[in-house]
């Protein structure tokens, strides 16, 4: 607590917990506030309390039993969480994915974008009081979260990237529900930029709240669409392309105003953007071929073969139980996801469960500079802020 | 760029650190296209601010930590830096042992590195010189022991008061 010049003489500032249970906060994060009057002049993050260890617990667990904790981290991208462990593992191995594989993990990876993109919209927008658009926004999930549930059984938690390419074969009649999702999906979004684009009370909230310069946002390695705002092109599907990316014609929405309403634009273009991209995956996926390598003694042999070959069953109870053990090394993989970089390190040591496995993850990153984005704003400019980050706490806490 | 052109132009960075200060590049690791400098933790702070200023690695991807006890140097700490001008990535390594878990901080450096620091100060139990807030950040502030440590169990309870989990009454 700290004693600041007012109007009427100097006065002691007050600290004003923005505490764990908070509806827009996006989840359990604390934000301690000092504040004079109605503007911040400091504010501490407090984190953890999503905080459930996933990393040590990775720890424990085999290469191909850790997958399914990476969804949990980041869930409303879980894909993403995948790719970015099967990427390292795969870089680790040595493995190469046929491109089938590929196609179908972008497509899927691109959805997921436009889901995450749909929930932060509906969210930021109820925030700031719009609240049909959360609606809006939530129905065209439904859609994506339908053809999750026909690939992989799975509304979120699918797991359906595995070490090597995907789980399963894409189920039957998948490319006419796309199809009518992709034909549907533009005019949705324009009906929510009909609600919020020219909007006067929208713009009146968000136009020049939460300024970062780039100089800034690179120095607090800030990522994705924060970044992106500010006025620097960089997107790791460009940059350094994984899984195919560079075979695809897509654009990286840039702006240079870098503020709420500016990364508001530039993620309703990135939706836009990726739908693109799964109708050019959609094109390229052939009707057959393979979904995941050959690799014995790492990817699991198929179920038929499993039941009638002694040696496909030898090596499908050597992964289930013992696992497999890629050489000491270690790699870091970095993907885009829509918060930004999201990273995953893994060190071997040569054994089948990882040495270390680490995730850096872009919510937590991000969060590091809410203090530099919300000093001298209003508490109403806080959650304003906190939104256009758009953080995910399980991203954050782990 | 394809890896063996990432892996040139990054043998191209380890050649001027090593013309900069040959004592900086103890060792290099190359590796599926990724290369690894490891410096002694001496030269940290140093080599790390001739990478931003002079080779134009702008970005701090990540920082982490590693414990591969009950083997020494007990701990790494790693940190994944950038180049986006000149679409680089290089990863800076130091190794301390178990009984001076002490790092150079990099926050003065590249800023981003404050909460990556406090994480692993928090979760491995390494202390970093010069962090400007080196407090726990994930787990309470009042949490005894560091839990990424190998000799840290992965499940378990600590005493926990009987009033609050009766069922689970300490015997």
Redesign the interface.
């Known amino acids: 607590m700290t004693t600041v010049e007012t109007a009427t003489g100097p006065a002691k500032t007050m600290v004003l917990n923005m505490g764990p249970q908070h509806p827009s906060t996006h989840g359990v994060l604390r934000v301690a506030l000092e504040l004079d009057g109605e503007t911040v002049i400091k504010a501490d993050p407090d ?2 309390y999503l ?1 459930t ?1 996933i ?3 990775c ?2 667990k085999t290469y191909s039993q850790a997958i399914t904790l990476t969804d949990r981290m980041d869930y409303l991208n879980p894909l993403g969480n995948n790719l970015v462990y099967c990427l390292a593992v795969e ?2 191995l ?1 493995l190469e994915v046929p491109k089938r594989a590929q196609y179908i993990r972008v497509m899927m990876v691109e959805l997921q974008r436009i889901s995450s993109h749909l929930v932060w919209l509906g969210t930021h927008a109820i925030d700031m009081g719009a609240m049909s658009v959360f609606l809006y926004c939530f129905r065209e999930r439904e859609e994506i979260l339908k053809i999750f549930e026909r690939f992989a059984g799975q509304r979120m938690m699918t797991s359906y990237i595995r070490i090597g390419g995907v789980a399963v074969e894409p189920p039957a009649g998948w490319r006419e529900m796309i199809g009518k999702f992709l034909k549907m999906m533009p005019s949705r979004v324009d009906e929510y930029e009909a609600l919020l684009t020219e909007n006067r009370i929208w713009q009146a909230r968000l136009k020049g709240v939460g300024k970062i310069s780039l100089d800034r946002a ?5 990522s994705g669409p924060t970044l992106r705002a500010a006025g ?1 092109a ?1 997107d790791n599907r460009k ?2 392309p994984y899984s195919s990316y560079e075979e695809f014609n897509f654009e990286v929405p840039t702006r240079t105003d870098s503020d709420c309403y500016g990364r508001y634009m530039l993620r309703v273009a990135e939706i836009r953007e990726s739908l693109k991209i799964v109708e050019q995956a959609m094109a390229k996926i052939t009707d057959s071929g393979p979904i995941r390598t050959e690799a014995p003694g790492i990817v699991p042999p198929e179920r038929e073969k499993m039941k009638t070959e002694m040696e496909a069953l030898i090596y499908h109870f050597k992964i289930f139980t013992e696992g497999f053990s890629p050489p000491p ?4 993989v ?1 993907i885009e996801s829509p918060r930004g ?1 999201l ?1 995953c ?1 893994i ?1 071997s ?1 040569g054994s089948p469960k990882p ?2 496995c ?1 995730f ?1 993850t872009p919510s ?2 991000n ?2 500079a809410l203090p530099l984005l919300i000093h001298g704003q209003l508490i109403a400019d806080v959650i304003a802020c906190i939104g256009t980050i758009d953080i995910v706490l399980g991203d954050v ?1 782990r | 760029m394809s890896e063996s052109g990432q892996q040139n132009a990054t043998s191209v960075i380890v050649e001027k650190l090593r013309g900069w200060n040959a004592k900086a590049v103890s060792e290099v690791i190359e ?2 296209g ?1 290369t ?1 400098v490891v410096v002694p933790r001496e030269l940290l702070r140093a080599t790390a601010e001739y990478c931003r200023a002079e080779l134009e690695f ?5 920082a ?5 006890f009950p083997g020494e140097p007990r701990f ?1 700490v ?1 940190y ?1 830096i950038v180049s ?1 001008p000149k ?1 680089l ?1 290089l ?1 800076l390594r130091t190794r301390v042992s178990g009984s001076d878990p002490t790092v150079d901080s990099m926050v003065p450096v ?7 620091e406090r ?1 692993i100060f928090d ?1 491995m139990g390494i202390r970093f010189n010069g962090h400007p807030d080196l407090r726990r ?4 502030a009042d949490w005894e022991g560091h ?2 440590r190998r000799d840290y169990p ?1 499940e378990g309870f600590r005493d926990i008061p009987s009033t609050y989990l009766p069922a689970f009454k300490k015997q």
């Open positions: 984190l953890g905080h260890g990393e040590k617990s720890q424990d870089k680790l040595g690179i120095a607090y390695s800030m620097l960089h940059v350094f090394g270690d790699a870091y970095a970089e990273g390190y060190a040591d040495l270390r680490h850096r937590y990153v969060l590091q806490d | 590796f599926h990724e690894t702008n970005f701090l991807s990540d982490t930590s590693v414990d591969r790494e790693n994944h986006i679409r990535k990863r590249w800023p981003g590195a404050g909460w990556l994480e979760l950040i994930l787990l309470p839990p990424l992965t």
